[in-house]
Nanobody, 123 residues
């Protein structure tokens, strides 16, 4: 069984920054892709960023240039640096992990999901 646990959510003001972290643990052979999805109230779930064990990175269009994903392979830990935050970034952010390679953009490719952490914009 694999657990993915998020940390670091909270309140943020316009233009502020926040770092989310995700740690995978449990009994597994190898996790390849680890990343983040988010879902805002009344909206579809969307990819934020994902990174493979070989370093392939993909971002959602709405966060390119503002968010940066990084990974510590030895610990299967991923960090998401979020800068220039705005109201549209308010959502529950879910860490996801997959044994499949390639940093897929498809949510169906991710076997393991965390409980989510809330990021909320405050004016």
């Amino acid at each position: 069984q694999v657990q993915v646990v998020e940390s670091g959510g909270g309140l943020v003001q316009a233009g502020g920054s926040l770092i989310l972290s995700c740690a995978a643990s449990g009994s597994y052979y190898r996790l390849d892709s680890i990343g983040w999805y988010r879902q805002a109230p009344g909206k579809e779930r969307e990819l934020v960023a994902t990174i493979s064990s070989s370093g392939t990175i993909k971002y959602g269009d709405s966060v390119k240039g503002r968010f940066t994903i990084s990974r510590a392979n030895a610990k299967d830990t991923v960090h998401l640096q979020m800068n220039s935050l705005k109201a549209a970034d308010t959502a529950i952010y879910y860490c996801v992990a997959s044994t499949r390679s390639g940093a897929s953009r498809s949510a169906e490719e991710y076997d393991y999901w965390g409980q989510g952490t809330q990021v909320s914009y405050v004016s």
